[in-house]
């Protein structure tokens, strides 16, 4: 095996119905890529992405008591800099993760209003049906948002 083999997943999310809300399935290789995944669906259910540029890169750093609150806090914190600083995200590097702590790098674009056309608004991911499931070697995730 190439020691820079990455599994590559067949689909990164799928967004799924819920009753007055929103949600998605993300998929990935490791819970790294499930992350980064999560996030991209979350800013997929808000606008195109391909609409969007990574002009602005920034850093965040997160901690929680255990990796559901810390994949709830990680989009959670990604959908208050959207709505505090108008910057929609569409890549994540995700360079260290543990069970109660997240480090990441996320690259998007400020929002303009006469060029970018926004889906819906997210008014928060919540704890309702949230699963993290390690299963054929890979990793998933639910989470629905508060819409």
């Known amino acids: 095996m190439c020691p820079n083999w990455v599994r590559?997943?067949?689909?990164?999310?799928?967004?799924?119905?819920?009753?007055?809300?929103?949600?998605?399935?993300?998929?990935?290789?490791?819970?790294?890529?499930?992350?980064?995944?999560?996030?991209?669906?979350?800013?997929?259910?808000?606008?195109?992405?391909?609409?969007?540029?990574?002009?602005?890169?920034?850093?965040?750093?997160?901690?929680?008591?255990?990796?559901?609150?810390?994949?709830?806090?990680?989009?959670?914190?990604?959908?208050?800099?959207?709505?505090?600083?108008?910057?929609?995200?569409?890549?994540?590097e995700i360079d260290k993760l543990s069970n109660t702590e997240i480090k990441a790098k996320c690259f998007g674009e400020k929002i303009q209003p006469g060029q970018h056309k926004l889906k819906r608004e997210i008014k928060a991911a919540t704890y309702h049906m949230l699963r993290i499931i390690k299963e054929d070697g890979g990793y998933k995730v639910q989470v629905i948002f508060d819409i």
Not at 52 to 65: G, M, N, Q, T, V
Not at 76 to 82: H, K, M, S
């Open 8 to 92: 590559i997943v067949e689909k990164p999310f799928e967004i799924i119905d819920h009753t007055a809300d929103i949600g998605i399935v993300a998929y990935g290789a490791d819970i790294k890529q499930v992350f980064a995944n999560a996030a991209i669906g979350l800013f997929n259910l808000m606008a195109d992405l391909d609409d969007f540029k990574e002009d602005i890169k920034r850093e965040l750093e997160l901690s929680a008591e255990d990796v559901e609150v810390l994949l709830v806090e990680w989009l959670n914190e990604l959908i208050y800099i959207f709505d505090v600083e108008h910057i929609l995200f569409k890549r994540f």
